[in-house]
């Protein structure tokens, strides 16, 4: 297969999505396609991405999509109806397959029984060698456990769903709009069944032909592409180098698209932060200038002033930040603790000692 055949497989894909799906920006169909092609080739790129497909209403289809998943994507499997978090381990026992859980707004409800458990298998699962204890029948009528793989691509639909932080980070977002102008086709199985299965053959068939060069290939990615990033985007970004012609560029697009959006939620507070990381942020923002060492009681009123909606009286403690929660705070995401100067006078803190962690963390510029 010449490299020019490869784009124009996904070339192809890609303009099957976009007969049938309709998206306020069309390089989630790019996005659909690549992440279709990377469930065919889950084991090479070590980890796999969950991708949400969201929509804030009903009728934008979330389940047409996954529909064509079902003829397109590596060993499909729809989830939605599991009675059990143990039955989707088992569907993974014999290989990698993509699940396919509809209607994750209320499937993966946070106050439905079982859910915390099904999330535990969501997440680790996104790495290639996850495992989960499970207990198995043995002979006599006993039972023993059994490590089994949870590893899979995931595709989760639902109507905002209100997700884990955990399971965002290792998500990758498609936001999908309801076609009020008719402009999509109607997925009529009955008629373009044959066409999506031929399609998902060549899909398969490419996958085959790149499977040994996409095994440990390191792709260049854009700046800012690290850490758990860097998981969700390589997979992609793999295929995308294998494909070559346009489809790299395509990917970079995508990622920097990815992680603009991320920052520009972090900086409007839509996604939260943990504690320990608004601390550090919010002690570098404060700092005064030319100061080595503070002692805590200036600093405390200095972060309260600068946020009080989370470390004043409105915050969600009910009371204003107090030395032993903010030294437990810093202690617990940078292992410092506060100390005297020279032994002697008030406790506080060092710039110092705080500078390298704010440049690990990637916090401004200590």
């Known amino acids: 297969m010449s490299i020019a055949d490869r784009s124009v497989i996904l070339d192809d894909l890609e303009a099957w999505y976009g007969r049938f799906i309709s998206v306020p920006d069309d390089r989630d169909l790019s996005l659909l396609t690549l992440w279709t092609v990377s469930t065919h080739l889950a084991l090479e790129t070590y980890t796999t991405p969950r991708l949400l497909i969201d929509s804030i209403m009903p009728g934008s289809g979330k389940t047409t999509v996954l529909d064509h998943f079902q003829r397109l994507c590596c060993a499909p499997v729809q989830a939605a109806s ?5 039955l989707l381990v088992r569907l993974l026992q014999d290989g990698v397959r993509t699940v ?38 043995a002979k006599g009528g006993n039972w023993v456990v059994k490590e089994m793989p949870t590893f899979a691509p995931v595709a989760m639909a639902g109507n905002s769903p209100d997700l884990p932080d955990d399971t965002r ?25 044959d066409d999506a299965l031929k399609l998902g053959t060549r ?20 700046e800012g ?5 860097k998981e969700k985007w390589r997979p992609l970004k793999r295929v995308a ?42 002690l570098l ?13 200036e600093l405390i009123p200095k972060l309260i002033q600068h946020n009080a909606e989370y ?28 100390g005297r100067v020279g032994g002697r006078g008030p406790r506080g803190y060092y710039r110092s000692e705080l500078a390298p962690i704010w440049t690990k963390l990637g916090i401004g510029k200590a």
């Open 82 to 86: 599991l009675s059990s978090p143990a």
């Open 100 to 137: 396919c859980i509809d209607e994750v707004d209320r499937s993966l409800a946070p106050d439905k029984p079982g859910v915390g458990d099904l999330i535990g298998i969501l997440n680790s699962g996104y790495r290639r060698g996850a495992t989960r204890p499970v207990l198995v029948p």
């Open 169 to 193: 980070s290792r998500s990758i977002r498609v936001l999908l709009m309801p076609d009020l102008n008719g402009v999509a086709e109607d997925s009529d199985w009955e008629y373009i069944e």
């Open 203 to 222: 899909v398969a068939e490419f996958a085959d032909e790149v499977r040994d060069e996409v095994r440990g290939l390191k792709p260049d990615l854009p």
């Open 225 to 229: 592409c690290i850490g758990r990033a």
């Open 241 to 282: 180098v294998a494909a070559g012609s346009h489809w790299p560029a395509i990917a970079d697009d995508l990622i920097r698209r990815d992680l603009a959006e991320s920052a520009a939620e972090r900086e409007s507070g839509l996604q939260s932060l943990p504690p320990g990381m608004v601390m550090m942020r919010d």
């Open 285 to 297: 923002e404060v700092w005064p200038d030319g100061e080595d060492f503070v002692p805590t009681a």
């Open 311 to 338: 470390w004043g009286m409105r915050s969600a403690y009910g009371k204003d930040l107090t030395s032993r929660r903010m030294g437990l705070l810093i202690s617990q995401a940078s292992k410092v603790t506060s």
